[in-house]
């Protein structure tokens, strides 16, 4: 079954960068809006990015400065360029993005980010 597959976590000093890729898994048809996602334990689900097909971006207040979402609509893939990471920034990264023919949500399994201070 078609899918969204994240990667590019890991562990990584305080200050440091990583860089995240979500990638289609299978037939998936033009996607919409692409958004990184991330949960932390014992906390909800939260936005971090979002990209609209033309490029228009939006960020949590908590990244703004430090984190750049970018895609590339011809591969259906989305980017997350982490950088100046802080310990808070710990958390499993989910992809996520929909379509409309046939309408379908999209969630990837999620890469895990871990930033030591």
């Known amino acids: 079954q078609a899918q969204l597959v994240e990667s590019g976590g890991g562990l990584v000093q305080a200050g440091g960068s990583l860089s995240l890729s979500c990638v289609p898994s299978g037939s998936i048809s033009r996607l919409n809006r692409m958004s990184w996602y991330r949960q932390a334990p014992g906390k909800p689900r939260e936005l971090v990015a979002r990209?609209?097909?033309?490029?228009?971006?939006t960020y949590a207040d908590s990244v703004k400065g430090r984190f750049t979402i970018s895609r590339d609509n011809a591969k259906n893939t989305a980017y997350l360029l982490m950088s100046s990471l802080k310990p808070e920034d710990t958390a499993v990264y989910y992809c996520?993005?929909?379509?409309?023919?046939?309408?379908?949500?999209?969630w990837g399994q999620g890469t895990q980010v871990t930033v030591s201070s």
């Open positions: 996520n993005s929909d379509q409309n023919y046939p309408p379908r949500d999209y």
């Open positions: 990209i609209t097909r033309g490029g228009t971006t």
